[in-house]
């Protein structure tokens, strides 16, 4: 089920997205970009050196939901996930909170 983590003016959502592609796996950084129209999904990877054992953590979603809206997939709160999913998901939006202090120009 995607839920909506953050909302944002769709300007902030593309200056995430061109962050990301800046920082892809082929640049030396952790994400992988996959545009698709409008909707873009953002792989982040974590990694234990040496940097070629890469290990995807999950994905978040630009524009899915709508402009601006930055998703993810979350198991509904009556399914009970290992707690290393849940674990991933709170590093997924812990990247996504820090892209958003980052990659922002205010």
């Known amino acids: 089920m995607h839920t ?34 409008l909707v873009t999904t953002i792989v982040v990877n974590s990694t234990h050196e040496p940097m070629e054992h890469l290990h995807p953590l999950g994905a978040f979603y630009c524009n899915f939901l709508g402009p601006g809206i930055i998703s993810l997939e979350e198991q509904t709160p009556d399914h009970d996930s290992m707690s290393s999913v849940q674990n991933h998901i709170k590093a997924i939006k812990q990247t996504i909170d820090s892209l958003i202090k980052n990659s922002i120009k205010r």
Do not use: M, W
């Open 4 to 37: 909506v983590y953050k909302a944002l003016a769709p300007e902030d959502v593309e200056s995430i997205i061109r962050y990301c592609q800046d920082h892809t796996i082929q640049n030396g950084g952790l994400f992988e970009v996959y545009p698709d129209g």
